[in-house]
């Protein structure tokens, strides 16, 4: 036998096999099974749309047969069996498999219970109306062009696509090594998004995830839970938890009877499949109580029930045919596109980005070809319309010609005057160049003389003229039409001149597409408890919080305590050792943050709702357990606050008179191991901090009955580290004890003493000074006084909590304390039992009135000051 082949080349076995594979595993990726980010369609169903668009076959046109389509698509673009290119057909009409149908069928497309559609020859189909939108301006060279399978057709590299078609329908395929599951979406919220990446260039993902909170699947259902949906946003790879959305009815009144309705099923499953699947479970007793299971789906929706034995929890029930059937399924988000013709893992912003992109491409190109076109017909109307000025000289040379030939090189070569061209030419931006055709010669046109030269295609268009257009009427419309083109120009050339007209155009079709097509979500969304933080998990309460001498927290709700008079024993508000007092107590909201100033000058962070509760005996917890604390440091000052913001401050003040203002976002990054507040000296401690704006004044009391009152303003705004200015010139042995930001000039100022007197003094008997200075006297510190204690800013209706150092907590009236001048001794506030001393006292704010308070029943409020 001869040998057929006269050359033997040695080739290297492994080389031939990782080549030949990695080109078939290329050709399947790009040509068959990931969809093209721009328009979000694999290449058998941009085929399938392009041979319909091409055919003719639209919304508003009649429907033809399903096996006429294929024949064009198998024929020109897809050689790879009709039958494959059918069941792409068949998908696109299935309206439980495409959140938004791109193709209008009639006949059998198959069912929800897996039925097959009907053979090719029985079913007919249209583009349905969405699809215009993705196929609107492709014969305006918007999209790039390839050769089809044999070379003798074109095909389109990708749909122009007005709507954002991979993330409102989604795509799943499985290529070589790699597959793509891009779950459906609602197209309003995904036109929103679009708008806003579109309006915000630099936006975040987690910005579009706020307006694209989750998939919206054709079936409905719910999608319960967030935090897999948000990782495939952010990451390009999520889970999403589906359920069936069901309901309970009652079978027959009186005997205890219910049934589970189901109305809806997660996206992708088989309702005959699950009706199966429960009946087995059910025959092996894996799920108890259910006693007949039957489909009652209709043309009106589906139903179906499950009916259950007498005395069974539907709950529950239902709960194990969640975890044990495809009632509960998960959609495995793997967003991979092709993105310039290679495979890539996307997040949710850089799909919308692409897909704007190819917007941007797209309306450039249009406008480049409309301003082409316009300019060609601008071009032929300027010769119409000198013909028209200038008709009785033409007229006459065409007579007198004796060819037709003759007669277009008589025109040509002549030079014509028209007074409505050169005014219209004259008048353009930029010049005429910009309005002439491409590539049109220089001698022809408006000449420098201000005549105008024909070219061959305008004496061609004037020699086909009809006698008819020299009418008035006809004139007038050319002239119009001559003048509409021009401002056309003028238009494309603004846009291609403006990067924000191109912009604004992309909007304004989004927002036009939203109102054509935009609908209500179907898949609710649920919360799903392990999405939920700890402070969403919190109902807001206000919180008493109690910090002991000895390092003992604890918190417990504001109600617990009543309104009582002045002067009376009060109720014991926490059990406490002997050598141990109340140090600190203030009243806030369980979601307020707690900044937590040691005495060594750190800072610590804490919810309100992580301190522990107690009951009014309890000790509470040491706070040791809280934060890392050193040997020898302890909290003594703590702040509540609601948010961080740039226009406030975090004031401080140390027992030497020493204060301090540093931003409050200085203090927002939570670090487990505490910040350095204030750098303190050898000795001293922190006293107090509060909250300002950099408008209001700073007041300073210390021990002795000395206040001091200065302008915030007199101390400049430092960093954590640093050390800070004088406050209050101090003598040997005085110590500040209250740090006070004054709001307005109706408040009052309470003073305590250590021996349960006080009283009220107008703020405005405190005179403005400069910081640093002794300070002038704010009570008597008599030996009935004793040393001060506290002082805090009061208004008339306010209410205030007064703490012993054996533990006793009170509740009275700011009213109930009489007002007087600064230099007197004040009243009883609170009785102290023989070796029990007052330790403080706190404001009550927005308390709901007296009444309330004096029955127990007032929400209570907060501590603007720690």
């Given amino acids: 036998m001869d040998q057929f082949a006269k050359e033997t080349l040695p080739v290297s076995l492994e080389e031939e096999m990782r080549r030949s594979y990695l080109d078939y595993a290329m050709s399947v990726i790009v040509g068959r099974a990931l969809p093209d980010v721009r328009d979000g369609l694999k290449p058998v169903h941009r085929r399938i749309l392009y041979a319909m668009h091409d055919m003719n076959n639209h919304y508003n046109r009649p429907y033809v047969k399903c ?40 006949g059998n497309f198959g069912s929800i219970d897996g039925d097959n559609a009907a053979a090719m020859r029985y079913t007919e189909c249209r583009l349905d109306k969405i699809s215009a939108e993705m196929l609107a301006d492709i014969e305006k060279e918007t999209i790039d062009w390839q050769d089809n399978y044999d070379g003798k057709e074109k095909e389109p590299v990708a749909l122009p696509a007005r709507l954002p078609n991979l993330l409102i329908n989604g795509s799943g395929g499985i290529a070589v090594g790699m597959a793509t599951n891009v779950p459906p979406h609602n197209l309003s919220d995904t036109v929103d998004a679009c708008l806003h990446a579109l309006r915000n260039p630099e936006c975040s993902v987690d910005e579009l995830i706020e307006i694209i909170k989750a998939p919206d699947f054709p079936t409905a259902g719910i999608i319960f839970g967030l935090n897999g949906v948000r990782e495939g946003y952010r990451t390009g790879k999520g889970r999403v938890v589906m359920r069936a959305r069901a309901h309970f009815e009652d079978i027959e009144r009186g005997n205890g009877r219910q049934a589970i309705i189901v109305d809806e099923i997660p996206y992708q499953v088989n309702k005959k499949s699950l009706l199966e699947r429960m009946a087995e479970l059910v025959n092996e007793k894996k799920i108890e109580g259910i006693s007949e299971i039957r489909d009652e789906s209709d043309k009106s929706g589906m139903r179906v029930v499950i009916e259950l034995k007498r005395g069974e929890v539907s709950e529950i029930v239902l709960n194990n045919l969640y975890k044990n059937t495809q009632l509960q399924d998960s959609f495995g988000m793997n967003l991979v596109a092709l993105v310039d013709g290679q495979p890539k893992l996307c997040n949710l912003r850089e799909l919308v980005v692409a897909f704007l992109g190819h917007r941007r491409e797209v309306v450039t190109r249009r406008t480049v070809f409309e301003l082409r076109e316009a300019r060609k017909r601008g071009h032929v109307l300027e010769g119409l319309a000198v013909a028209l000025a200038n008709i009785d000289e033409f007229i006459a040379i065409i007579k007198a010609s004796p060819t037709p030939p003759i007669a277009k090189t008589e025109l040509m070569s002549r030079h014509w005057d028209s007074s ?56 007038d419309k050319i002239i119009g039409e001559y003048r509409e083109v021009m401002a056309v120009i003028a238009d494309l050339l603004d846009i291609l001149a403006r990067p924000e007209r191109i912009t604004q155009i992309i909007s304004d079709e989004l927002s036009k597409l939203k109102a054509d097509f935009g609908d209500a979500r179907r898949s609710e969304i649920v919360i799903d408890a392990t999405d939920l933080s700890d402070e969403d998990l919190i109902t807001p309460t206000d919180m008493v919080v109690t910090l002991s001498h000895g390092g003992y927290i604890k918190s417990q709700p504001l109600s617990e305590y009543r309104a009582q008079k002045r002067g009376g024993r009060g109720k014991q508000a926490t059990a406490m050792k002997e050598d141990d007092w109340i140090d600190q107590l203030f009243i806030a909201n369980t979601h307020d943050t707690i900044l937590c100033f040691s005495n060594r000058g750190r800072m610590y962070w804490l919810k309100v709702y992580e301190v522990p509760q107690g009951s009014r005996n309890s000790r509470g917890k040491p706070i040791v357990n809280m934060f890392p604390l050193q040997e020898g440091e302890k909290i003594n000052v703590v702040l509540p606050i609601k948010q961080y913001d740039a226009d406030h401050y975090v004031f401080m003040a140390t027992a030497g008179g020493t204060v301090k203002k540093t931003p409050l976002t200085d203090f927002s990054n939570p670090r487990k191991a505490g910040i350095i507040a204030v750098d303190l000296d050898e000795g001293d401690y922190l006293i107090g901090a509060a909250i300002t704006d950099g408008k209001h004044d700073v007041m300073l009391f210390s021990d002795a009955g000395k206040a001091v009152r200065f302008d915030e303003n007199d101390v400049r705004p430092m960093g954590r580290n640093a050390r800070g200015v004088r406050g209050m010139n101090l003598e040997e042995g005085q110590s500040v004890i209250a740090l006070l930001v004054a709001e307005d000039e109706l408040q009052s100022v309470l003073t305590a003493t250590e021996n349960g007197f006080g009283k009220r003094t107008p703020i405005t008997e405190y005179t403005r000074h400069g910081r640093g200075t002794k300070g002038m006297i704010a009570i008597q510190t008599s030996e009935r006084n004793g040393k001060v204690v506290a002082a805090t800013l009061v208004h008339t209706d306010d209410e205030i909590m007064l703490i012993t150092t054996g533990g006793v907590l009170i509740r009275t009236r700011v009213a109930e304390v009489r007002e007087m001048g600064r230099a007197t001794q004040g009243v009883t506030l609170i009785s102290v039992d023989d070796g029990s001393k007052l330790s403080g006292l706190q404001r009550i704010i927005d308390a709901e009135g007296a009444a309330d308070a004096a029955d127990g029943e007032a929400d209570g409020g907060e501590a603007p000051e720690a």
């Fill in 420 to 475: 409505l061209v050169r005014e219209m030419l004259s008048r353009t931006e930029g010049g005429a160049e910009l309005y002439r055709p491409e590539g049109l010669d220089a001698q022809f046109g408006l000449q420098g003389t201000g005549l105008y030269r024909l070219s061959e295609e305008q004496t061609e268009q004037i020699l086909q003229m009809r006698l008819q257009r020299l009418t008035g009427l006809e004139q």
């Fill in 67 to 106: 096996g006429r389509v294929v024949g064009e698509v198998l024929g020109k673009y897809h050689p790879h069996g009709d039958q494959s290119i059918y069941d792409a057909l068949v998908r696109m009409a299935q309206d439980f498999s495409l959140r938004y149908t791109l193709v209008d069928g009639q």
